[in-house]
Nanobody, 124 residues
Framework: QVQLVESGGGLVQAGGSLRLSCAASGRTFSTYAMGWLRQAPGKEREFVAAVSWSGVNTYYADSVKGRFTISRDNAKNTVHLQMNSLKPEDTAVYYC?????????????????WGQGTQVTVSS
């Protein structure tokens, strides 16, 4: 089992940047495919980005491709989401998630563990 804690959310103007971080517990972090998901007010939770066990492979939702970058550091048990050129429609609670199956998880249903979430608000 893995426990996840997100940080780095906040309020930013459109066009700005934020960097989200996720700290994971457990000795087997490198065996989990990791991802970021988000849920906007009144909407369903959606997939944002994923990174493979090794960190070599990544996958993004079309809505964030070219603006967001996911990365992981297996030595530090951390995952990051660099978000640039933020838009008001990026406003949501962002969740870090881990999937036992891998090497990469690109669907919501593949994730087994979730963090508590961190709020990102982009003002226009």
């Amino acid at each position: 089992q893995v426990q996840l804690v997100e940080s780095g959310g906040g309020l930013v103007q459109a066009g700005g940047s934020l960097r989200l971080s996720c700290a994971a517990s457990g000795r087997t972090f490198s065996t989990y495919a990791m991802g970021w998901l988000r849920q906007a007010p009144g909407k369903e939770r959606e997939f944002v980005a994923a990174v493979s066990w090794s960190g070599v492979n990544t996958y993004y939702a079309d809505s964030v491709k070219g603006r967001f970058t996911i990365s992981r550091d297996n030595a530090k048990n951390t995952v990051h989401l660099q978000m640039n050129s933020l838009k008001p429609e990026d406003t949501a609670v962002y969740y870090c998630a881990a999937a036992q199956r891998g090497p990469i998880a690109t669907m919501l249903s593949e994730y087994d563990y979730w963090g508590q979430g961190t709020q990102v608000t982009v003002s226009s």
